[in-house]
């Protein structure tokens, strides 16, 4: 027999404040209007990338991940991003994506 596995049910969007590690909500912005998730630093389990600053997310810090809401994106187009980051997008030009062998200058 198999150890049993406990999984969380998926559950649907929450509203600001609606505990369980992360809330969510839509924000409208310049550069059109986006569902944004807030994770809480306990429901974050994985190390990711920021598109902001192209630094490391690490486990357990608190972050936000956003995606275009409406027909411009899904689940796919989801990024996690420093709250920060997020908040200055608009401010700063995209960091460029380079492969790791690529020179350094």
């Known amino acids: 027999m198999s150890p ?3 999984r969380r049910a998926l559950q649907g969007p929450r509203s600001q404040g ?3 590690g992360w809330s969510q909500e839509t924000e409208e912005g310049p550069d059109g ?3 944004v998730r807030s994770i809480a630093g306990a429901g974050s389990t994985k190390a990711y990338r920021c598109p902001g600053c192209d630094q490391e997310i690490p486990p357990g810090v608190a ?3 956003a995606w275009p809401a409406g027909d411009r994106g899904g689940a796919d187009d ?3 991003w420093h709250r920060p980051c997020w908040q200055a997008r608009d401010r700063r030009a995209p960091r460029v ?3 790791r062998n690529a020179p350094r200058h």
């Open 33 to 35: 209007d986006w569902i």
């Open 18 to 20: 609606g505990g369980g």
């Open 63 to 65: 972050h936000v991940v």
């Open 97 to 99: 994506q380079r492969s």
């Open 4 to 6: 049993r596995k406990n």
């Open 78 to 80: 989801r990024r996690h």
